[in-house]
C-alpha cells in the first residue's frame, strides 16, 4: 500500500489479493450477498476469507456501524483498511450503499482510493490488585450505573490536572467518530473526525453545570470510582459490549491508541452530507 497527503485523509494506492468479508450475525441478506460477492471477486483472483488476519489487504464489512464497530480493535492493530458496505440505511461509518459495492471495489482496483484514519482510544482497568489488559475503541469507552443504583462518584484528571468529580449516572470518554453516537445522545459535541482530541460527557449529571469538555488528544485520562458503600458496582462498556464491572477504589484509564483505524471513504459524500442525511439539517418540518 502506497499513500500520499495528510496524516488525517490519504489518497492510497492498495493492492487487492486477500479480503475478508465480514457480515452482520444471523443477517441472511447479508450471507447471500456476500457469496455473491466472494464470487465476483474470484473472477478478479482475489481470495476471500470470514476471519481476520495481518495478511489481508482489506476488509469489507456488509451491514451497518455495529458490525464495523465490532471488528474495528482488529482492523487497527493489523493496519487493514476498511470498506462498509451498508445494506439498510446510510451509516456514519459505513458510508456506502449496496449498489455502490462493485463501483467502489473496481474503484480501488484500478486507481486511488481515500482512506481517513480514524483515532481510536485505548483503556484498562486499574484495581487494588492488578491492571487488566489493554482494550480498544472506535466510538467510546464509557463508565454507567446499573439501573437502580445511586449516582456515581467519578473523581477524573486530565494527565495530572485534577478536572473535578462528577456525580452522573455515568461519563463518555469518546473519540471524534464517537461524537456522533452515545455521546452526541447525553448532549455532547459534534467533532469533527479529522481532530484529535477526547471528549468527556457526563450522562444526566446531578449538577447542571456539569458540562461535556474537549480535551487534546496527548492527554492521558484517568478516573476514579469513589463510593462510601464497597458493595456499589458500575459497568465499563467500550464501544456498546460489556467489559468489566468497577469496584469503589478502581480506576480505569483512558488514552489514544498507536495505531488509527484506517476507513476507506467514497469520494460522492463528505462528513457534513452525512451529518445532513442522519440528522435532518436543513429540512423544514411539516406545520
Not at 2 to 21: A, G, P
Not at 89 to 94: K, V
Not at 178 to 190: D, R, V
Not at 220 to 236: F, W
Request: proline share 5%.
Amino acid at each position: 500500500m502506497s499513500s500520499t497527503s495528510s496524516s488525517f485523509r490519504s489518497e492510497v494506492t492498495l493492492s487487492l489479493r486477500n479480503i475478508s468479508i465480514v457480515t452482520k450475525k444471523d443477517d441472511i441478506k447479508a450471507k447471500d450477498y456476500a457469496t455473491s460477492l466472494a464470487s465476483w471477486l474470484a473472477k478478479k483472483d482475489i481470495t476471500t476469507k470470514e476471519e481476520i488476519s495481518p495478511q489481508l489487504d482489506m476488509i469489507i464489512v456488509l451491514g451497518g456501524d455495529g458490525t464495523l464497530l465490532h471488528i474495528a480493535e482488529q482492523a487497527a492493530q493489523h493496519a487493514i483498511p476498511v470498506l462498509g458496505i451498508n445494506l439498510g440505511n446510510l451509516g456514519f461509518l459505513t458510508e456506502f450503499r449496496e449498489d455502490e459495492t462493485f463501483s467502489a471495489i473496481e474503484k480501488i482496483l484500478f486507481h486511488t482510493v481515500t482512506i481517513e484514519n480514524r483515532l481510536m482510544l485505548k483503556t484498562r482497568l486499574i484495581t487494588p490488585l492488578k491492571k487488566s489488559e489493554f482494550r480498544y475503541a472506535l466510538n467510546d469507552v464509557v463508565i454507567s450505573k446499573n439501573v437502580c443504583d445511586r449516582l456515581l462518584h467519578l473523581s477524573t484528571r486530565a494527565g495530572k490536572e485534577y478536572i473535578t468529580t462528577y456525580r452522573a449516572d455515568g461519563l463518555i470518554f469518546s473519540s471524534p467518530t464517537g461524537s456522533t453516537a452515545y455521546n452526541l445522545s447525553a448532549g455532547g459535541p459534534l467533532v469533527y473526525p479529522g481532530l484529535e482530541t477526547i471528549t468527556v460527557t457526563p450522562i444526566c449529571p446531578f449538577m447542571l453545570s456539569s458540562r461535556p469538555i474537549i480535551l487534546p488528544a496527548h492527554k492521558q485520562l484517568v478516573t476514579t470510582y469513589e463510593a462510601e458503600d464497597k458493595s456499589d458496582r458500575a459497568q465499563i462498556i467500550i464501544d456498546g459490549q460489556p467489559f468489566k464491572e468497577m469496584q469503589p477504589g478502581d480506576t480505569l484509564e483512558i488514552s489514544t491508541a498507536k495505531h488509527p483505524l484506517q476507513l476507506v471513504v467514497s469520494e460522492n459524500r463528505d462528513y457534513f452530507s452525512i451529518l445532513r442525511n442522519k440528522l435532518n439539517w436543513g429540512i423544514s418540518g411539516s406545520r
